[in-house]
């Protein structure tokens, strides 16, 4: 319980305050702001998503026999390049600028704080699946992008979900290994199981 509460919290708290990151920026607007131009419900959201990457990484390390343990180390360093990018990703435009930084960054922090293949696979399907809730709520009319470039959305987003797997998931993994409710801790300086 404890670790889904951390996820939550995490998420409420830190993707609503870099949300209005983006508000101020002027990279996305709510159609029915409620305070600092966010929407009431964008904590519940950024909630959820959060609680939705941690329990995925966390279910597929059980289905797939994997024992997973980050250092805290390499938990805060990916929480921090997350937030770095995702505060970088409305600070610079347009769209295909933040593109050229968002994309390689997060490269490098899969490769740096994960590095495998099932991670990738990961950090693929949370990319898609961001996407389309985005693309979903933009075409409901819940909030824009003031500059799209790729459809609906900006080109750099499936880049930040990518940095956000890798982070998040590796969070979900540490509070799992923190509360005695997984397996047995293994040292290391990221999270690199065996492939």
């Known amino acids: 319980m404890r670790p889904a ?12 305050l870099l949300d209005g990151v983006h508000v101020a920026t002027a990279t996305t607007r709510y159609t029915s702001p409620a305070l600092l131009g966010l929407a009431w419900w964008a904590p519940l959201l950024f909630a959820g998503a959060s609680l939705a990457i ?19 180390r390499g938990v805060v360093a990916g929480l921090v390049l997350l937030l770095a990018l995702w505060a970088t990703s409305g600070l610079l435009k347009p769209a295909q600028t933040a593109l050229l930084v968002l994309a390689p960054a997060s490269v490098v922090i899969w490769l740096a704080l994960d590095g495998t293949a ?44 990518v940095a956000a797997s890798v982070a998040v998931g590796n969070y979900a993994r540490w509070l799992v290994g923190t509360t005695g409710s997984g397996p047995t801790r293994v040292p290391s300086t990221g999270s690199r199981p065996a492939r």
């Open 5 to 16: 509460a951390g996820l939550v919290v995490a998420g409420a708290v830190l993707g609503t």
């Open 54 to 72: 941690g329990i995925s990484h966390v279910t597929t390390d059980r289905l797939l026999g994997r024992d997973v343990r980050p250092e805290a």
């Open 118 to 161: 099932v991670g990738l696979g990961l950090a693929v399907a949370t990319a898609a699946m961001g996407v389309v809730v985005e693309a979903t709520l933009v075409s409901l009319g819940a909030f824009t992008y003031v500059a799209p470039d790729a459809g609906r959305v900006a080109s750099w987003l499936p880049w930040l979900y």
